[in-house]
C-alpha cells in the first residue's frame, strides 16, 4: 500500500481560495478523515490527491514520489463517491470484476480475485445472484468489492454513505472499519459527520474555510481542540464557551470566573487583557453544592441513560450531561464543579487554544 503526502497544497478558483496552504501525512495502512461543514475545501482537496483537479500551488507524493502533475490514470488510486453505483443488468460476480477487464487480465486471474474480494466481504455466497434484488447491505458490500477487487495503493472515498438513512448508515460505518481493519488500505474520507469520522479514522483534518484547523488522532481532536472551532465542531452538545475578559501571564493556573476563582491547565503565553472563554464539556460538569459557581437551570432534556441540563450563568448558557436520576425544576440554582485536567482555555480573539 501506500503513503500520501501533501505540501503547503493551494487550490483557488478565480478569486476564491478553495484550499489554504494544507500539509499532512496519510501513513501507510491509515485511515484518514477530511472533517468539516459543506463548502470548507474537503472535496476540493480530494479531488487534487485524486489527479481530478491541478493545485494552484504546493507538492502530492505518494509513496516519496511527486505525482502532482500525473494523470489521475497514473496514479494507481481508487476513488470511491457513492457506494450505491452499481450495473444493474449485471450479476454480482461482473459487478465486482468489472475494473479488471480493462486490465488484461486472464479469466482464471479475474475469478479468483473476485472471490477473494467476496470472502473478505462476506459475499462470496451471492456471487451468481442479480444486484438488482439484493438488500442495501449487499449492494454496498459489491460496490464497495469493486473498488477494493483491483488492490489500488489507496482509497479516496466521498461521503460513500451520504444517501443513505441513518440507521443503515451505522452499520456500514462498523462495516467499513472492519474492512480497514482486514485489508489496511491506505484511505482518505471525507465526510460532514464528526460520528462517522470518529468511529472510523486513525486521524482527522478538522477543516474551515479552506484550512485544516486542527490535525490529529480523535482523542487529541476531541480532548484537546486546537481551536474553539474545533472545540464546537466536534462533540454533542459542544463544548461550552463560558467567556470573561482578563489577562493572564505564562504559568498561570488559575481565573477569575464570575468573581470565582477556578483551577485550569497551566497557560502556555502572556495574554494582554482581552475576551478569553473557559471551554468544559458537557460531560466533564458536576453539580456541587459547595460551588461557588452558580447559575439558573433553564431546561432539561431526558435522554434515557442521562440528561442534558441547561444552566444560565453569568458567563453565558452552559449545557452538562448529567446521569437521568435526578429531577431539575426551573429556574433553581446550582452550583457547578470542574476537575481542571478537563477544562481549555481559549484567546477569544485568535480562536486558540492558551492552555
Ligand atoms: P461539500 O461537502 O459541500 O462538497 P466541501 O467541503 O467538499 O463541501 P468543496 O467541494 O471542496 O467543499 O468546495 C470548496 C469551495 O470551493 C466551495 O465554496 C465551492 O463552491 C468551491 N468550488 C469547488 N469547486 C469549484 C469550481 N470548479 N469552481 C469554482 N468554485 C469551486
Known sequence: ???IRIEHLRKQFGSFVAVEDSSFIVHDGEFLALLGP???GKTTTLRMIAGLELPTSGKIYLDGEDVTFNRASARDIAFVFQLFALYPHMNVRKNIGFPLLSQGMSRAEIQARVEETARLLQIDHILNRSVSGLAGGDRQRVALGRAIVRRP???LMDEPLGTLDAEFREVMVHELRELHNRIHATTVYVTHDQHEAMAMADKIAVMNHGVIEQFGTPQEIYNKPATMYVADFIGSPPMNFMRFISGLQKGDRFISLDGVVVAVPEIHQDLTVGELA???????IRFSDASTLRGAVY??????TNQIVAIETRSGLIKARVPANRNFRIGETVGLEFNPANLALFDCRSGRAVA
Do not use: D, I, Q
Open 278 to 284: 473557559l471551554g468544559v464539556r458537557p460531560e466533564h
Open 299 to 304: 431546561g432539561s432534556e431526558y435522554l434515557g
Open 38 to 40: 459543506s463548502g470548507c
Open 153 to 155: 495503493k489507496c482509497f
Open 1 to 3: 500500500m501506500a503513503e
